[in-house]
């Protein structure tokens, strides 16, 4: 099956720096999605972005599908940003979708104030 | 209008029981998933459901069952409980699975003891 690696595994930064998220991916993509997992454990939505740029506020991502690899920018990053992203995946196979995410490993972020 | 909402929250079972978990999806939404998050193996894909019908199964033994019913709630079910089974359980729904953003509830944590 399609392979989702993310990097780095581990990320601190200080308040108000910049960082860049990779998620690197095996095969063609139908649906690529970023999530922030809160302390709670709920994933919550923060791209649908299988091609293509979107920005949201201070996040941005950016997903080029023929190369096969997504980025999620984060700037000015606050404490309140902390914790795991998590890059998903779904992916076509013969018949189409497979109709399930692969989710890589996750980056733990640490925002430091 | 309102998310993913799954039940219980939070469970604690005994070795050999059996447990229920319930997810009723986003309005208008058709396709349910499951998944299972450990600190060892992340994220992994249970099963996914439309209109009633499995279409895909993750890599787990047949203790591990579902359903959807025709208002697009799904339960899943565990049986003869492990302690390996001990997980954050979540659901996702998504208006069709392939081409669609899927959302995620708060999940639910089951502990074995």
């Known amino acids: 099956g399609i392979q989702v690696e993310q990097s780095p595994p581990d990320l601190i930064l200080q308040e108000g720096a910049n960082s860049t998220l990779r998620c690197n991916f095996s095969d063609s993509v139908n649906n690529l999605q970023w999530f922030h997992q809160n302390p709670w454990g709920q994933l919550i939505n923060l791209f649908y972005?299988?091609?293509g740029t979107k920005q949201n506020g201070r996040l941005s991502a950016t997903t080029v599908a023929t190369e096969r690899y997504s980025l999620l920018y984060i700037s000015s990053s606050q404490t309140t940003d902390s914790g795991v992203y998590f890059c998903?995946?779904?992916?076509?196979?013969?018949?189409?979708?497979?109709?399930?995410?692969?989710f890589g490993k996750g980056t733990l972020l640490t925002v430091n104030p | 209008k309102a998310g993913v909402t799954q039940t219980p929250r939070y469970l604690i079972k005994t070795r050999g029981q059996q447990v229920t978990l319930s997810c009723s999806p986003i309005s208008g939404h058709r396709s349910v998933s499951w998944y299972q998050q450990t600190p060892g193996q992340g994220l992994q894909f249970l099963f996914e459901?439309?209109?009633?019908?499995?279409?895909n199964k993750g890599n787990f033994p047949g203790r591990f069952s579902g359903r959807q019913f025709s208002n697009s709630r799904s339960e899943m079910n565990v049986s003869t409980l492990e302690l390996g089974d001990s997980a954050l359980y979540l659901c996702?729904?998504?208006?069709?699975?392939?081409?669609?953003?899927?959302?995620f509830g708060q999940g639910t944590r089951l502990t074995v003891v």
């Open positions: 972005i299988p091609s």
């Open positions: 996702a729904s998504s208006f069709v699975s392939g081409t669609t953003e899927a959302f």
């Open positions: 459901y439309f209109s009633e019908t499995q279409r």
């Open positions: 998903a995946v779904e992916s076509f196979n013969s018949g189409g979708s497979n109709y399930k995410l692969t």
